[in-house]
Nanobody, 124 residues
Framework: QLQLVESGGGLVQPGGSLRLSCAAS????????IGWFRQAPGKEREGVSC????????DYVDAVKGRFTISRDNAKNTVYLQMNSLKPEDTAVYYC?????????????????WGKGTLVTVSS
């Protein structure tokens, strides 16, 4: 059973930075995609970023392009989300999720496994 555990959330001032981590365990496949999603108060969950195991390709929602960077450390089975120039509208619970399979992508309703989330609050 694949398990995902997020960490690194917290309170940060506008313009600040945080790095989220998603530690994965129980992988039985070499083919998967790991995505970061977020859900702000009163809003629907949305995709933020995605990284593929097959070629390391990445994708970002327009709202975070140029500010957030997704990366992975295969030796540690961990995916990171470096968040810079944070804005109040980035405040949300951030979740990581995995989709297993060849050519897997990060489509919210199709993700196989989810972590419990970590809260990011951007406020002065």
């Amino acid at each position: 059973q694949l398990q995902l555990v997020e960490s690194g959330g917290g309170l940060v001032q506008p313009g600040g930075s945080l790095r989220l981590s998603c530690a994965a365990s129980g992988f039985t496949s070499d083919y998967y995609a790991i995505g970061w999603f977020r859900q702000a108060p009163g809003k629907e969950r949305e995709g933020v970023s995605c990284i593929s195991s097959s070629d390391g390709s990445t994708d970002y929602v327009d709202a975070v392009k140029g500010r957030f960077t997704i990366s992975r450390d295969n030796a540690k089975n961990t995916v990171y989300l470096q968040m810079n120039s944070l804005k109040p509208e980035d405040t949300a619970v951030y979740y990581c999720a995995a989709k297993v399979g060849v050519q897997a992508t990060c489509i919210l309703v199709l993700m196989d496994y989810w972590g419990k989330g970590t809260l990011v609050t951007v406020s002065s």
